[in-house]
Structures are given as C-alpha cells and as structure tokens.
C-alpha cells in the first residue's frame, strides 16, 4: 500500500510542477519597474481565461496541501473539525451571499470585488502559515513548497484581478494592506494539539475560499458569452 501510495503521490506531484510551470509566466504583471504592465496587454477574454487557470491551481493545491496536512497531523477523531471549520473563517464576517440564488442576482462589478477582496485576505495568512508550519519537526517539504507555491501565486492573482477590474469596470483597486489586521486572531503562540488545530482550520478555511474564487471568475466567464443562462458548477 505504501509504495503505491508514493507513485501516485509522485505522479501527482509532476503534473502538479508541470502545471506549476505553464502557469507561471501569465500572470506575472510587473515589469522590472515594478509597474503592472505585462497583463495590460493581453487582450481582456484571455486575461480572464488566465485569471480562472490560476485559480483553478490554487485551489486545487489547497485541496492537496489540506490533505497532507491531515494525513500527517491531525488525528483521525478531529477531522471533523474541516466540516466544523467554516464558522471559524476570519472571512465568514464579509459581506459575500453564500447561496446559489443569491450569486445569480448579483453583479460582475460584485464578483470581481468579490474575488479580489478575498486574495488580499488571504495574501498575510498564508504568509503566516507557511512561517509556522517551518517550525514543525515534520513538516514535509511537499506541504512547505505548496503554500510557499500559493503564497507567491497569490499575489499574481491579485494583480492579475486589479487589471481585469480597470479593464472591466474601469476603477482603481484597493491595496491588500486594508486586510493585514484579519490575520491578528492566527497570530498567536499556542501549545501542540492547540497550533496543529489552528493551522488545520486555517487550510480549510483557504480551501474553502479559494473554491469560491474559482466560482465566482467561471460565474463571470460565462456571463460574457451566455448573460442570462449561466449556473454555478
């Protein structure tokens, strides 16, 4: 069972950087003034395409770094606690309609702030959780270069959703220091099983929304092809 587990594992892992690489580039805004000018270029439907690529991998990293972590340090009696671990979300207190029906109503505008609002909430937490996790005795390099991995990939996808929305909406953007003060609650030195416990929700609760970014840039694809026909996956 082991040996088998490790293949697939591999397997996994290559396809994973072979993604990683292809990705990569696309959404690197800045030139090397630090200015974001690459993304302006693109025409504003493959930008959107690329935005949603990169979305898609994140969450899917998300789903994997949430497993390795399970599998590796959270005893088998607290798994429940991913179920649980949506009303622990420091991002449970914003504004976003969690029902089908209630997405539908709602505006590109909306979507698009939407999904920005909750990259720059996650930029300094997942800084953080890559910082702890460097403590453990055992932490697996897979599970470091991961969140190192989304850590990074964030914040393409930040500049990357700031240019879609001046070429959309035409407005400016906030910047992601609006949202360091959600980070205070994590900060915070606590004793094994108390971090273990902590860092797992803090995962779960990424995964999460790293899902509905995902949702909400398909949602606005789609609506610029089919307006009034369009469902959520």
């Excluded at 996994?12 to 805004?29: A, E, K, N």
């Excluded at 989304?150 to 959309?168: P, T």
């Excluded at 099983?193 to 609760?205: A, G, I, K, N």
């Amino acid at each position: 069972l082991e040996p088998q587990t490790h293949r697939k594992g591999c397997g996994c892992t290559l396809l994973l950087w072979l993604s990683l690489g292809s990705l990569g580039y696309p959404l690197d805004c800045k030139d090397d003034q630090g200015s974001i000018t690459r993304c302006t270029s693109i025409s504003q439907d493959k930008l959107l395409d690329r935005v949603i690529q990169h979305a898609e991998l994140i969450y899917r990293v998300s789903e994997e770094s949430c497993t390795l972590f399970e599998d590796m340090f959270v005893p088998f009696a607290l798994h429940s606690q991913r179920n649980r671990g949506g009303n622990m979300c420091m991002t449970k207190s914003f504004a976003i309609p969690g029902s089908k029906s209630e997405l539908q109503q709602i505006s590109d505008k909306w979507l698009l702030h939407s999904v920005l609002m909750l990259i720059q909430s996650w930029i300094e937490p997942m800084i953080y959780l890559q910082t702890t996790l460097e403590r453990y005795d055992d932490a697996p390099d897979a599970l470091l270069n991961k969140t190192k991995w989304v850590s990074d990939k964030l914040l393409s996808l930040e500049q990357g959703v700031a240019v879609l929305i001046r070429k959309m909406l035409d407005e400016g953007v906030f910047t992601s220091a609006e949202f360091t003060a959600s980070l205070e609650r994590y900060d915070v030195q606590l004793d094994m099983p108390d971090s273990v416990l902590r860092d797992y929700t803090l995962l779960t609760c990424f995964k999460k929304d790293a899902h509905k970014m995902e949702t909400f840039l398909k949602l606005l694809k789609c609506r610029q092809t089919d307006k009034f026909g369009c469902f959520l996956f």
